[in-house]
Nanobody, 119 residues
Framework: QVQLVESGGGLVQAGGSLTLSCVAS????????MGWYRQAPGKQRESVAV???????NYADSVKGRFTISRDNAKNTVLLQMNSLNPEDAAVYYC?????????????WGKGTLVTVSS
């Protein structure tokens, strides 16, 4: 089994910054995409940022220029640097990992970390 553990959420004022971290542990897992998703109350879960094992990134339009995703393949870690936060960014943020090679088709989720933005 693979576990994804997020950290770094919390309360921040509008305009502030937070950095989320996610570490994958457990059995050996060939990870392709790692990413961050979020779900606000009453809304569907949405993709925020994704990064491939080769470093290609993709961002939701709403966070482009403000959020930066990065990963350390050796440490199975993905970070999300969030700047210029606004109340619309408040949500539970979930880490996601998708397999490659022999693990193609496998997908894991973390339990989420709460980000609250005060206006």
């Amino acid at each position: 089994q693979v576990q994804l553990v997020e950290s770094g959420g919390g309360l921040v004022q509008a305009g502030g910054s937070l950095t989320l971290s996610c570490v994958a542990s457990g059995r050996r897992f060939n990870i392709n995409h790692m990413g961050w998703y979020r779900q606000a109350p009453g809304k569907q879960r949405e993709s925020v940022a994704v990064i491939t094992s080769g470093g290609t990134t993709n961002y939701a339009d709403s966070v482009k220029g403000r959020f930066t995703i990065s990963r350390d393949n050796a440490k199975n870690t993905v970070l999300l640097q969030m700047n210029s936060l606004n109340p619309e960014d408040a949500a539970v943020y979930y880490c996601n990992a998708r397999g490659a090679g022999v693990d193609y088709g496998m997908e894991y989720w973390g339990k989420g970390t709460l980000v609250t933005v005060s206006s």
